[in-house]
């Protein structure tokens, strides 16, 4: 029945989304809902699926980004410890501008996705606060080098 409907989407890519009627998270592919039995509209099934795959994929590059951000003051620690200030030093200014990097990829990524999802709004917040933290120390680095 849902085999009629393979204009672009790869076939068994359907994933899985929450159920319009009861909130309840059910597979994709379902032709009614496995809690409810509200009907499932498989275009909207697929839509609604593709948009929690990209938000799971924003939360989990966020947490990604946070964790790179972190290793910066770990790095910035280990500049202090005797013989190795050499793996600081590469470690510091390598996520000096990894992190950055991957804050302005997350942003043009993500940006346009607006869901109303807390875990989306928690992931975003995550990244608004790594990029003003990161912008702080790499601006002065440029103007230091000026
Ligand atoms: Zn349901």
């Not at 597979?27 to 409810?36: E, G, I, K, L, V």
């Not at 993500?110 to 999802?117: I, K, M, N, P, R």
């Given at each position: 029945m849902t085999d009629n409907l393979s204009l672009t989407s790869a076939a068994g890519n359907l994933g899985i989304f929450e159920c319009?009627?009861?909130r309840q998270t059910i597979?994709?592919?379902?032709?009614?809902?496995?809690?409810?039995s509200a009907p499932i509209d498989p275009v909207a099934a697929e839509a609604a699926a593709d948009k929690m795959a990209r938000v799971n994929q924003a939360c989990s590059d966020a947490s990604y980004l946070r964790t790179a951000a972190i290793s910066i003051l770990v790095f910035l620690g280990i500049m202090f410890i005797p013989f190795m200030t050499l793996l600081g030093v590469f470690g510091y200014y390598f996520l000096m501008f990894a992190v950055p990097f991957l804050a302005i990829r997350w942003w043009v990524k993500?940006?346009?996705?607006?869901?109303?999802?807390p875990d989306f709004k928690r992931a975003r917040l995550t990244v608004i606060v790594v990029s003003v933290l990161c912008a702080i120390p790499l601006l002065r680095f440029i103007t230091s080098l000026i």
């Open positions: 319009p009627n009861c597979d994709a592919s379902a032709t009614q809902c496995r809690f409810c993500f940006h346009g996705l607006g869901a109303v999802d």
